[in-house]
C-alpha cells in the first residue's frame, strides 16, 4: 500500500470530490448510465472498488445495497468515510495488489468506474475480482471510449498507449488507452464474459447545467461501459 501522497489524488481529492458532485462527464454522463446499468441492488453485497470520494456509495446505500468502498488514495478513503458513516465500509487498498481481506465469492456486485484505464495489469486485477464475486454476479465497469481517445490524441487508433492529460486543478490525468476489441479480450482472458455494452449518453439534466457538454456528447462517442458476467459452475 503506497504512503500517503503517493496515491494519483491525494492532494487533489477534496476538489475532485466537489466538481464530481455536480460535473457533466459524473454528475451528468457516467453516474447515471452506470446506475442504470447496475439494476436493483437492493439486499446486495456491492464492492465499489476505487470508490473515490463515495459518491458511487452514497447511492449504492440508498438503493439498499451493503456497499464496501476501497480505493488506494488516503484523502479519498477519509472522504469517503466522512460522507458515509456507518453506512458503508471503506478501507485503503491498491487494486494493483491481491484483495487478502476479501474471501472468495464474498460480493454479489462490483462496481469500477473510470479506475480500470490506471492499472498496471488489467487482467490480473480483473481475475482477483472475479474471485471474490459469486457464480452469477456482476462487475460493471466504465473507461474511456476507446474512438474518444483516438479522436482526441491522435495517433493509430488501434495503438495501445499511455495518455497523459492535465486538468484543470492543476493533476496530471494518465491512463491507458487501447482498441476496444483489446478490453474484450482482457475481460475474456480473466474468465468474465460480456453480458452488455453501453455507449455513454448524457441524462436530459445536463442540457439544463452543462449545454455545450450535453450538445458535444450527444453527437459524439466520451465514456463506454459494460457489464461482465462470472459464469455459474
Not at 91 to 97: G, S
Request: charged share 20%; with cysteine.
Amino acid at each position: 500500500m503506497p504512503p500517503p501522497g503517493d496515491a494519483l489524488y491525494d492532494g487533489f481529492a477534496e476538489s475532485f470530490a466537489r466538481e464530481a458532485a455536480v460535473s457533466a462527464y459524473n454528475a451528468h454522463y457516467d453516474r447515471p448510465t452506470v446506475l442504470s446499468l447496475l439494476g436493483d441492488v437492493n439486499g446486495l453485497d456491492v464492492l465499489d472498488a476505487g470508490c473515490g470520494p463515495g459518491l458511487y456509495l452514497s447511492e449504492l446505500a440508498a438503493r439498499g445495497a451493503r456497499p464496501v468502498g476501497i480505493d488506494q488514495s488516503t484523502d479519498m478513503v477519509r472522504l469517503a468515510g466522512e460522507r458515509l458513516g456507518a453506512l458503508a465500509q471503506v478501507r485503503q487498498h491498491d487494486l494493483a495488489q491481491p484483495l487478502t481481506w476479501a474471501d472468495d465469492e464474498q460480493f454479489d456486485t462490483i462496481l469500477l468506474t473510470l479506475v480500470l484505464h490506471y492499472l498496471p495489469d488489467r487482467v490480473r486485477t480483473l481475475r482477483e475480482l472475479a474471485r471474490v464475486l459469486r457464480p452469477g454476479g456482476q462487475i460493471v465497469v466504465s473507461t474511456s471510449h476507446p474512438t474518444a481517445d483516438w479522436l482526441a490524441h491522435g495517433g493509430g487508433y488501434f495503438a495501445a498507449s499511455h495518455v497523459e492529460e492535465s486538468w484543470s486543478n492543476g493533476m496530471t490525468h494518465r491512463y491507458w488507452h487501447q482498441p476496444l476489441q483489446d478490453w474484450l479480450d482482457e475481460f475474456t482472458a480473466a474468465g468474465l464474459f460480456l453480458d452488455r455494452l453501453v455507449e455513454h449518453q448524457p441524462a436530459p439534466s445536463m442540457a439544463r447545467h452543462h449545454p455545450a457538454d450535453h450538445e458535444r456528447l450527444s453527437n459524439q462517442p466520451g465514456f463506454i461501459a459494460v457489464r461482465l458476467r462470472k459464469r455459474r459452475p
